[in-house]
């Protein structure tokens, strides 16, 4: 403990400097002294839409480059940002308390998922979203939208779109949550590996800042987003792939459930798969629904989409 500061990466949006800032928080209060360094990323100088511009970890590359060269000694990573391949000399050294792993629907006129206008123009960049969103109201006009979370706001309140689909973390983390329409039934709109929880990545041999972050680990939290992502992994898909995960604990019997959906661009085939099991046997579960999402044909669909840029 304690030494010289820390110095912990982060993008510059207002999501992830909250994110930095929680965790710098957290440190401080363990008696660990910190500093935030301020690292620019593509994903955010680049404002293509996100299934052309090439590519996973278009948000983590350049702070996993600052970690491996000494320029900073932690990653705050929202965690589905984080691709599932092991980066060589850099680990997963905490996985903090998850916030709520959903998406909300944010709309001008108050409407829900069902009851939205006909062919209402609706503004989401992820395949995963639009394909969950076209399964059950194929008649929506979606189309793609970038920027941090104000700017789609932003963009939504001006009438570009009638509504946009959000991560409920994101929105309250900053404090937005007013603006929070609709809670998606997970049962329609499964949220992405990893959402809501963040990953907080190290050098591999750092003992001294692994020991430092371990305050901020939360097993349980840990063990969902290990799940899914060991689901998301066998699968081959990536985090721009059109895959839907959800692992959560029943505290009362301490058991894992794990709801996996791979999904058509289009929506138009949907397949799903459940398993269960102890959190401790977490990548077992995920491998588990990855193999039954597997027999049911979900090698196709997602080479498909990414044949097709993810929009297929
Ligand atoms: N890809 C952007 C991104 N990365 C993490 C979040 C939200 C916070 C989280 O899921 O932890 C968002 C915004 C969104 O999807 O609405």
């Given at each position: 403990m304690n030494g010289e500061p820390l110095r912990i990466g982060t993008r510059s949006s207002p999501l992830a400097l909250w994110q930095a800032t929680w965790v710098a928080q957290e440190l401080k209060n363990s008696g660990q002294p910190v500093e935030i360094v301020h690292v620019s990323t593509t994903g955010d100088v680049t404002s293509g839409p996100l299934g052309e511009?090439?590519?996973?970890?278009?948000?983590t590359k350049e702070i996993q480059a600052a970690l491996i060269d000494n320029r900073v000694d932690i990653a705050v990573h929202s965690l589905k940002d984080l691709p599932t391949e092991p980066t060589a000399g850099?680990?997963?050294?905490a996985v903090p308390i998850r916030e709520a792993c959903g998406d909300v629907l944010v709309s001008r006129g108050g409407f829900h998922s069902d009851t939205l206008p006909h062919g209402a123009v609706i503004g989401t960049g992820s395949v995963r979203r639009r394909a969950q969103l076209l399964h059950v109201r194929p008649d929506l006009d979606i189309r793609d939208i970038r920027g941090n979370v104000e700017t789609r706001l932003r963009k939504m309140d001006e009438g570009e779109y009638e509504a946009i689909v959000l991560a409920e973390a994101g929105l309250r983390r900053l404090e937005m949550?007013?603006?929070?329409v609709h809670v998606m039934d997970k049962r329609i709109m499964l949220p992405a590996v990893g959402q809501g929880a963040l990953g907080i990545e190290v050098r591999e041999r750092d003992q001294r800042t692994r020991q430092a972050v371990?305050?901020?680990?939360?097993p349980d939290s840990y063990h969902c987003v290990q799940a899914e992502r060991k689901l998301l992994a066998e699968l081959r898909g990536?985090?721009?792939?059109p895959v839907g995960a959800w692992g959560r604990i029943e505290v009362e019997r301490n058991l894992l459930h794990l709801d996996g959906i791979v999904i058509s661009g289009d929506g138009v085939q949907k397949i799903s798969a459940y398993a269960c099991g102890p959190p401790e046997k977490a990548e077992e579960i995920g491998r588990q629904v990855a193999s039954q999402l597997i027999i049911q044909g979900a090698q196709r669909i997602i080479s498909y989409a990414r044949n097709t840029g993810g929009r297929g």
């Open positions: 511009i090439g590519g996973q970890g278009l948000f850099l680990a997963l050294a949550a007013e603006r929070i371990s305050v901020l680990h939360h990536g985090c721009l792939a």
